[in-house]
């Protein structure tokens, strides 16, 4: 086990091949999982992984009143906390509809999302809208400045990753896999419009006996 | 006569080679004609058989030949459908019917042809097998790159899990046939026929069920994913729409949750870690690092850095700098000589007389003089008395003229 991949975990990352792809490998090997298990134990945590080939993370070992009290409070106040990301990636998708699915390791460049923006007026008046919610923000500016504004909010957020500065090159992190959770909570438990019937039913979702490997163990 | 076929064949293939970019045009598209020398050469390709003419002004590459370089190049299009080898396996099932009528017959000649004709079937079926699995795995392993938007790879991904199907029934169906040929073969003593099931079907049909059976799960697998990737981008529109047209709304809503929640909803926290250096510890290595530090440590400043703005700073610079050294002014001096002499017992001294005689207070009115020394004598606890001026004794205050210290 890698001092850096322990570190990793107890900052609070998901550790992913875009993130962190030394300490995602070091925590793919099976005797590491298990020496980092045994150090997170006395904490009260345990490692756990997003499906079986996702992003690792440090969970609690047993969800107890105190997690359910967080959860609670920051669902509570899942507009602050994650509706500046969730508007942010339905435009970047918008802007690249065709290619973009918004997985770990996608490339998003900033210079396709201002091309389409300058092609649909109505995209550029859904960037300006979230001028009130991300920070360097300012309408004055470019639209290459807003979508670098944009891009910027969603790597500080931990859901992208900047790999090339003088193209603004991102690639899409496996945190974005925890926004997905957010985003399937909040379609599940407010009154949000209903899915149309184009959309993925369960008999579908069913095929071949495959199941759903959301939040799996590691 | 195989002479002769030889020689068209390479004929054919030297028209083939000569002309070779024509048919790399014919890849990409219609091959469309140009001056006489192209017109020439896609006239000499059209008599070999490599182009079909498609209408008056445009010709198209023969399909069996873009198959055959498809097939070497794992380059296929999209939606490329298996081969069906359903037809085969019913001619071969067929020819082998007909051997064995003709061998009850005692066609024997005849029979050896279908023999032939059987163990080139069985070498067809073989090979369209495993071509077909050469255009599953480049269609996997590409992610069905042969198409840019998610929702063309998802139809192409469910047809392919429907192609994969039908591959897998025409297996079961060419097993069966297969041990059925196997074992008539033995009966009836058609050892080249067995030999042909063997080689060309038994040998492979483990391999093949089970890279079939990869490619289906992995197909339906990736169509799993990827229609719940769909569905997933669904709901990120609808649930964004929702968040922007309630922008500016405040409202807040408790949840009902319990312990059964999607653990993702949980932010990680971080630990924080803060470590101290155990300067107690006699490990050579700790010491040696601890020595190191030290090493490295700058030596404190003695003085404040010049350019300070803090006026404090400034004045605890200068007092640092300049001391302040105790300056005995001449009064002071004149006193502790006055002194010394009053130390000595049964002296009396004028202290008007004192100022005169002494130069040192030349400069010193003789007023401030027997006001400062009369003091000072005082709390030196030696006695003192006043000479008073008679000529002024009539005011209300009676006014000295001189002090007279007596030891």
Same mark, same amino acid.
């Given at each position: ?58 969970? +609690? ?22 509706? +500046? ?35 649909? +007026? ?97 | 006569? =195989? ?33 006489? =020398? &192209? ?66 017959? &005692? ?72 041990? =059925? ?227």
């Amino acid at each position: 086990m890698r001092k850096a991949t322990l570190e990793a975990l107890l900052s609070g990352q998901f550790v992913c091949p875009v993130v962190a792809p030394v300490e995602f490998e070091d925590l793919c090997d099976e005797s590491t999982q298990s020496a980092v298990n045994n150090w997170l134990e006395p904490l009260g945590m345990r490692l756990a992984r997003i499906g079986t080939e996702g992003a690792f993370f440090m969970a +609690p070992d047993v969800i107890g009143q105190e997690e359910v009290k967080r959860v609670r409070k920051e669902m509570q106040e899942y507009r602050d906390i994650y509706g +500046p990301a969730i508007m942010a990636i339905a435009l970047i998708r918008q802007c690249e509809a065709d290619h973009l699915t918004l997985m770990t390791g996608e490339y998003i460049q900033a210079g396709a999302i201002e091309t389409a923006i300058n092609a649909n +007026p109505a995209l550029e008046s859904q960037l300006n809208g979230l001028g009130q919610v991300i920070r360097r923000f300012a309408l004055k500016n470019s639209i290459r400045d807003r979508v670098d504004a944009v891009l910027m909010h969603l790597a500080e957020e931990g859901f992208l990753k900047l790999i090339d500065r003088d193209r603004s090159t991102y690639r899409v992190t496996g945190r974005i896999e925890q926004l997905w959770a957010v985003i399937e909570f909040i379609a599940e438990n407010e009154p949000v419009a209903p899915a149309q019937s184009a959309e993925l039913d369960q008999e579908d979702l069913n095929l071949d006996g495959l199941a759903s490997g959301h939040g799996d163990d590691a | 006569m =195989k002479a002769h076929l030889s020689e068209q064949v390479g004929s054919m293939l030297r028209v083939l080679a000569q002309n070779a970019d024509l048919i790399c045009e014919g890849i990409d598209g219609a091959v469309l004609p140009g001056d006489a =020398k &192209r017109n020439a050469r896609i006239d000499a390709l059209v008599t070999a058989g490599a182009l079909r003419s498609q209408d008056q002004s445009s010709f198209t590459l023969n399909p069996r030949l873009r198959s055959f370089v498809e097939d070497r190049l794992g380059a296929f299009q999209a939606f490329r459908q298996l081969t069906r080898i359903d037809p085969s396996i019913r001619h071969v099932e067929r020819l082998w019917l007909e051997m064995q009528t003709l061998r009850a017959e &005692r066609a024997e000649e005849d029979a050896q042809l279908l023999e032939t004709e059987i163990n080139v079937g069985l070498a067809d079926i073989s090979y369209d097998i495993e071509r077909n699995l050469q255009v599953l795995h480049a269609n996997i392993s590409s992610e069905f790159g042969n198409v840019s938007s998610l929702k063309a790879k998802l139809r192409q991904n469910a047809f392919f899990l429907g192609e994969v199907r039908a591959l897998t029934k025409s297996i079961d169906k060419l097993r069966e046939l297969a041990d =059925k040929l196997l074992h008539d073969a033995l009966l009836t003593g058609v050892q080249s026929v067995e030999v042909a099931v063997r080689r060309n079907v038994i040998v492979h049909l483990l391999s093949w069920a089970q890279q079939i059976n990869d490619a289906q799960n992995t197909i339906a697998k990736r169509l799993f994913l990827a229609k719940k990737l769909q569905n997933r981008l669904g709901t990120l529109s609808r649930v964004s729409l929702w968040l922007r047209q309630r922008q500016g709304i405040s409202s807040e809503r408790e949840f009902d949750l319990d312990e059964s929640f999607n653990q993702l909803l949980l932010r990680p926290l971080s630990f924080p870690r803060l470590s101290h250096v155990d300067v107690k510890d006699v490990e050579e290595p700790v010491q040696k690092a601890l020595r190191n530090i030290v090493a490295e440590l700058k030596p404190r400043e003695a003085t404040v850095e010049a350019g300070s703005t803090s006026p404090a700073a400034q004045v605890m610079a200068v007092e640092a700098e300049e001391p302040i050294q105790d300056v005995i002014e001449p009064h002071e001096e004149s006193l502790l000589m006055l002194l010394e002499r009053l130390s000595t017992p049964g002296q009396e001294v004028s202290l008007l007389a004192w100022k005169c005689g002494d130069r040192r207070l030349d400069d010193t009115h003789a007023e401030d003089w027997l006001l400062y020394a009369g003091s000072q004598l005082m709390g030196e606890k030696i006695k003192v008395s006043h000479v008073i001026s008679h000529a002024q004794a009539e005011g209300l205050n009676e006014a000295f003229v001189d002090i007279v210290a007596t030891s």
